[in-house]
C-alpha cells in the first residue's frame, strides 16, 4: 500500500491505485487467514456439546404458522425451533421457512408442511468436533443445527455459539 502511496504523490496516480487496492487485497486475504486459523485452533477437538443449548425449546408439527408467531416467536424470541413429535425432532423451523408462506395463509399452514426434515444438513451429533460444525454452517449456509445425542433431541448450537471463544478472546488481548 505505502508503495501505491508513493506512486501517486509522484504522479503515478493509477498505477499507484491499484499498488493501494493490491496491498489492500493481501492484507485482508493475510487477516482472514489468521483469523481462520484461530478458529480452528480454538474449536478443534472440542465437541459441539460444549457450545450448544441444552433442552432448546421445542414446537409440535401440527400448529399454525400463525400459533408459532404468537405463541413462540413472540414468546420466547427464538428465530429457531426443533419440531418434535413425541420424542424425537422430526425436523425445524425458522424464520425462512416462516417468509415463504404469504402471511394471509399464516392461519391455516401447519409446520409440518413448511419445517425442514431433520436431514444431516440441519442435524449434528452432540459429539462432532466443534470446528467440523462450523465448516457444515458454512457450506450449507445453515447458522443453527439441531444437537442430537444417540438419535434423540439434546439442544441447539447457533454459528453465534461457535464465535464467541473468538470474540472472548479477542476482547481480552
Known amino acids: 500500500m505505502a508503495l501505491g502511496v508513493i506512486q501517486i504523490l509522484f504522479g503515478g496516480g493509477l498505477t499507484g491505485l491499484w499498488w493501494i ?5 493481501v492484507r ?14 480454538l474449536l478443534k477437538g472440542e465437541s459441539v456439546r460444549r457450545f450448544m443449548t441444552p433442552h432448546p425449546i421445542t414446537v409440535p408439527p401440527d400448529i399454525t404458522v400463525q400459533r408459532l408467531i ?3 416467536v413472540f414468546g ?11 420424542e424425537g425432532a422430526i425436523g425445524c423451523v425458522g424464520m ?4 415463504q408462506v404469504p402471511k394471509e395463509a399464516w392461519g391455516n399452514t ?3 408442511e413448511i419445517m425442514a426434515a431433520r436431514s444431516a444438513e440441519n442435524t449434528v451429533d452432540i459429539n462432532r468436533e466443534a470446528f467440523e460444525v462450523l465448516e ?10 439441531m444437537v442430537t445425542e444417540k438419535g434423540a433431541l439434546a439442544g441447539v448450537v447457533a454459528l453465534k455459539d461457535l464465535l464467541k471463544p473468538i470474540s472472548l478472546k479477542r476482547e481480552l488481548e
Open 76 to 86: 420466547h424470541f427464538h428465530e429457531f425451533f426443533p419440531v418434535v413429535d413425541g
Open 21 to 25: 487496492i493490491l496491498g489492500m487485497f
Open 70 to 72: 404468537d405463541d413462540w
Open 96 to 99: 425462512q421457512h416462516i417468509k
Open 28 to 41: 485482508y486475504a493475510a487477516d482472514s487467514s489468521y483469523t481462520q486459523f484461530e478458529v480452528s485452533q
Open 136 to 145: 457444515l454452517m458454512k457450506k450449507t449456509g445453515n447458522s443453527r443445527l
Open 110 to 112: 401447519t409446520l409440518r
